[in-house]
């Protein structure tokens, strides 16, 4: 099992910027992804970014330009810097770690934090 716990939502204001954590623990392997999706009310869950334990990196393309995903493998956390925020990026930010194990796809979750851009 993995366990995935973030950090680091909250409000502000739009033009602000947050920092999100994410750390993961438990039966981790050397090459997975880790990455952040996000659901705002009454809409789907969707991808914002990911990065391989390799360094390959995809975005949405909402996003390009303004968040930017890292990740330190020793330490099996990943971040989100989040510039240039607007009302639009108001919503639940899950964690996701995914990984492949005898040909198959364990995906695991955060419990999801909460950003809101208000004034």
């Known amino acids: 099992q993995v366990q995935l716990v973030e950090s680091g939502g909250g409000l502000v204001q739009p033009g602000g910027s947050l920092r999100l954590s994410c750390a993961a623990s438990?039966?981790?392997?050397?090459?997975?992804?880790m990455g952040w999706y996000r659901q705002a009310p009454g809409a789907q869950r969707e991808l914002v970014a990911t990065?391989?334990?390799?360094?390959?990196?995809n975005y949405a393309d909402s996003v390009k330009g303004r968040f930017t995903i890292s990740r330190d493998n020793a330490k099996n956390t990943v971040y989100l810097q989040m510039n240039s925020l607007t009302p639009e990026d108001t919503a639940i930010y899950y964690c996701?770690?995914?990984?492949?194990?005898?040909?198959?796809?364990?995906?695991?979750w955060g419990q999801g934090t909460q950003v809101t851009v208000s004034s």
């Open positions: 996701n770690l995914h990984q492949l194990l005898q040909f198959r796809n364990y995906n695991y």
């Open positions: 438990g039966s981790i392997l050397s090459i997975n992804t």
């Open positions: 990065r391989a334990s390799g360094g390959s990196t």
